[in-house]
């Protein structure tokens, strides 16, 4: 047996290997166990089936000349509210990648049922409308073709929109085996190969100066799929490289630039390098997501202020905002993440995965509803506010249908014949290839540890790779009872490569600590840790609506509830000193201190807040100022 510390790589180490050295578990291959992340799971497949296909599919037929079977939904959704962003139809590209993914992370078959109706449905437009377009614009297909011929009086954004379409598509093929699914997808990647090919490469970048999600990363994944060069052309092509210079270059030219929109692209160069070999686009996305997690983050694993990048000095006039962390950008920074550590397992991924899973994916649903957050700012003494189930069909409740059935994508990763354990997450993964099963029973974080359990056809020779988070001074391996490792290098993987046998069972301490979090730009605003989760002071319920009222117009933040809510001062010193003074509450994950009159504060984890007032960051002597 042997057993060691790997540790995590320096964070400014460069690489240009594009080729993966591990794979990621597919979402069939695991299955979450009770705790919060399944019941998150639940409720969001609720929605999912709560929804009515037809309603979401009613613009494409109208624009291939079918008569719809339902009325249309409301918010992006509606014509003419929205008509000027052009954002109607990426609801039901989202909600089709949701449905695919909650079909192989649960295997209900009613999932795969909606897959299958609306790729038919999607199959149907496509025939009838006979180009291989599929839109859901009021104007239909002339809007995009006159966006494409550079029509000064065409607004919005319809390669954004069109990109939920694709990434619909893509997943419902990838998730569940739809080769109807793939047919589909495939002509209407030709008909964008055609439509464009006559753009020359100056109208091609200027046109991606407007929002167009992640079309890069579309075409490269039909490349790997099918091989065909055309799809090669389009990834670069679809490659921003207004954006894609300054970072290959190691250039931070982030300020003021919309986070969102340039996540997408982030994660697409990643993909063209992937699939190309292209270092340069690799070097530029590894450089993005270092400068974006280690200057530009919150503890929340969010980022950015009214939906934009901002002077990393300046984080002090923006951390209060009201409306920070948008939600999709959280979804699209886990996506790369997760990308990055196939490339290079470097527990630093791990960390800022699970960080920004709990604070930022986690925390954005509402327990009650299932409905979701667009921002979660941190404005003291504000309160989350959830989209309404059928109209509001924003960016954030799009990708909302997609996050809960993912929890299962980083759990687990391997090679050959090793695992990584990234997540400390009630479950179990099936490792096909080695015929083994391992079983993850934890409480955690309510309790500092986990437990694994190894089903296996016979004797097997494994490495096994456990995090030890950076958050953790030491942890403890014990095997069978017995204990193997004592690690001390946070931040790192302790690995135990032994002969395993069915029943085997490893036990991991992960001992955690409150700790304080200051803004890197803003030392004396700072916030307080559990581990990887974020606490927030808790300040009750008073002055917010009852009923229906609780959940309301999320894009609203700063205008609702505008009464100043009293935020107690944590009071003058080093933010470590004020973190030793938080003790334990009478429940599990519950905390009080004393204010700086004296009074009690209690603290809760932020993924359990909601339908109350809080606060997440504080100012050393003084409450924040409030900002809308």
């Known amino acids: ?131 291989g377009l599929l839109c859901a614009f009021p104007e239909g297909p002339g809007l995009v073709a006159a966006f494409i011929a550079d029509d000064s009086k065409v607004t919005g954004v319809p390669w954004y929109t069109l990109h939920k379409v694709y990434a619909g598509l893509r997943d419902a093929y990838q998730q569940t085996g739809s080769t109807q699914a793939r047919d589909v997808l495939i002509r209407f990647a030709d008909w964008a190969v055609v439509a464009t ?8 970048e200027t046109m991606l100066g407007v929002e167009h999600g992640g079309m890069n990363e579309i075409f490269a994944d039909l490349f790997a799929l099918t091989g065909n060069p055309d799809y090669r052309t ?72 009214a939906e934009h990048f901002y002077p990393v000095v300046d984080a002090a006039q923006h951390v209060f905002s009201a409306k920070g962390s948008e939600t999709c950008g959280i979804y699209n920074m886990l996506k790369l993440t997760r990308m990055l550590f196939l490339q290079r397992p470097d527990a630093a991924y791990a960390d800022f995965y699970e960080r920004a899973l709990y604070n930022g994916i986690l925390a954005s649903q509402d327990p009650k509803s299932g409905m979701v957050t667009y921002f979660q700012g941190a404005r003291p003494g504000y309160v989350k506010l959830y ?3 059928v109209d509001s069909f ?20 391997h090679n050959d014949r090793a695992l990584w354990v990234n997540l400390f997450i009630p479950s179990a993964v099936t490792w096909r290839q080695q015929h083994a099963t391992l079983t993850q029973t934890t409480r955690f974080p309510e309790a500092p540890s986990t437990r694994l359990r190894w089903t296996l056809a016979r004797p097997t020779s494994l490495a096994l790779h456990l995090r030890h988070p950076a958050w953790a001074p030491a942890v403890e391996v014990r095997v069978n009872g017995e204990v193997v490792a004592h690690a001390d290098r946070p931040g790192s993987y302790v690995t135990v490569d032994r002969v395993w046998h069915s029943g085997d069972t490893i036990d991991l301490s992960l001992p955690m600590h409150v700790a304080a979090a200051p803004l890197p730009s803003a030392p004396d605003i700072f916030a307080l840790t559990y581990g990887p989760l974020v606490l927030a002071g808790a300040f009750g319920n008073a002055g917010i609506p009852a ?26 010193g080093d933010p470590e000193a004020i973190a030793r003074a938080v003790r334990p ?44």
Not at 25 to 34: Q, Y
Not at 199 to 204: A, I, P, Q, V, W
Not at 291 to 299: N, P
Not at 404 to 409: C, L, R
């Open 585 to 628: 509450g009478a429940d599990p994950l519950t905390f009080t201190m004393p204010d700086a009159r004296g009074e009690p504060v209690e603290f809760k984890p932020y993924h359990q807040v909601a339908h109350e007032h809080y606060a997440t960051y504080w100012k050393i002597g003084d409450n924040a100022p409030a900002k809308a």
């Open 547 to 572: 009923g229906s009222d609780l959940v309301v117009n999320e894009r609203k933040y700063g205008e609702y509830l505008n009464t100043p809510v009293p935020v107690p001062s944590l009071g003058d």
């Open 234 to 305: 389009m990834a670069t092509r679809f490659s921003h490289k207004a954006t894609l210079v300054p970072l290959e270059k190691a250039q931070d030219h982030l300020d003021g630039v919309h986070a969102n929109t340039t996540i997408p692209k982030i994660v697409g160069f990643q993909r063209v390098a992937e699939v190309t070999g292209a270092a340069d686009y690799h070097s530029a996305a590894e450089f993005f997501w270092r400068t974006v997690v280690q200057t530009r983050s919150y503890a929340t694993g969010g980022h950015g202020d």
């Open 394 to 413: 924003w960016c954030c409740t799009g990708t909302g249908m997609e996050n809960h059935a993912k929890y299962g994508e980083a759990i687990y990763f």
């Open 1 to 131: 047996m042997a057993v060691g510390t790997t540790p995590s790589l320096a964070a400014d180490t460069g690489s240009t290997a594009t080729g993966s050295t591990l794979s990621g578990f597919e979402l069939r291959d695991v299955r979450l166990l009770d705790g919060p992340f399944l019941q998150a799971q639940r409720l969001s497949a609720a929605y999912l089936l709560s929804l009515d296909c037809d309603r979401l599919l009613h613009s494409f037929r109208v624009n291939a000349g079918l008569p719809p079977k339902a009325p249309i939904y409301g918010g992006w959704e509606s014509a003419p509210t929205w008509t000027d962003i052009h954002c109607q139809g990426h609801s039901l590209g989202h909600y089709l990648s949701g449905v695919a993914f909650m079909s192989a992370a649960t295997g209900d078959k009613r999932m795969r049922q909606r897959v299958d109706y609306i790729v038919a449905e999607l199959a149907a437009c496509q025939k009838a409308g006979d180009t």
């Open 387 to 389: 989209c309404t189930a």
């Open 197 to 204: 090919r006559s753009l020359s490469d100056e109208r091609f």
